[in-house]
């Protein structure tokens, strides 16, 4: 299980700052920063430990095995952020 971000982000970047293993993009050096619509958790490197929740300040940030219905797609939309090229 890895955490999902969904569409309440506001990419104020905090949980990229308290984020242990720096899986969330993405980042102001990334070249798609100033065009993404919101961050992306890279499920594959999160270690599932909650600090992104705890900073996050919309609540955008859910564990993939609580994702409401509503945001359902949004595990695949994180996980596909890093699967094309970046
Ligand atoms: S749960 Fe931990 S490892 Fe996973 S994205 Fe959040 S801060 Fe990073
Ligand atoms: S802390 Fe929340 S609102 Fe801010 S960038 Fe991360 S997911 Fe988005």
Same mark, same amino acid.
Do not use: K, W
């Given at each position: 299980?890895? /955490?999902?971000?969904?569409?309440? #982000?506001?990419?104020?970047?905090? &949980? =990229?700052?308290? +984020? @242990? $293993?720096?899986? !969330?993009?993405?980042?102001?050096?990334d070249?798609?920063?100033?065009?993404?619509?919101?961050? /992306?958790?890279?499920?594959?490197? #999160?270690?599932?430990?909650?600090? &992104? =929740?705890?900073? +996050? @300040? $919309?609540?955008a !940030?859910?564990?993939?095995?609580?994702?409401?219905?509503?945001?359902?797609?949004?595990?695949?939309?994180?996980a596909d952020?890093?699967?094309?090229?970046?």
């Amino acid at each position: 299980m890895a /955490y999902v971000v969904g569409p309440a #982000c506001v990419a104020d970047y905090s &949980c =990229v700052e308290v +984020c @242990p $293993v720096d899986c !969330i993009r993405p980042r102001p050096d990334d070249p798609d920063f100033d065009t993404a619509e919101q961050l /992306y958790i890279d499920p594959v490197t #999160c270690i599932d430990c909650e600090a &992104c =929740v705890t900073a +996050c @300040p $919309v609540e955008a !940030i859910h564990a993939a095995a609580q994702l409401p219905v509503a945001f359902a797609s949004y595990a695949d939309i994180n996980a596909d952020y890093f699967r094309g090229p970046r």
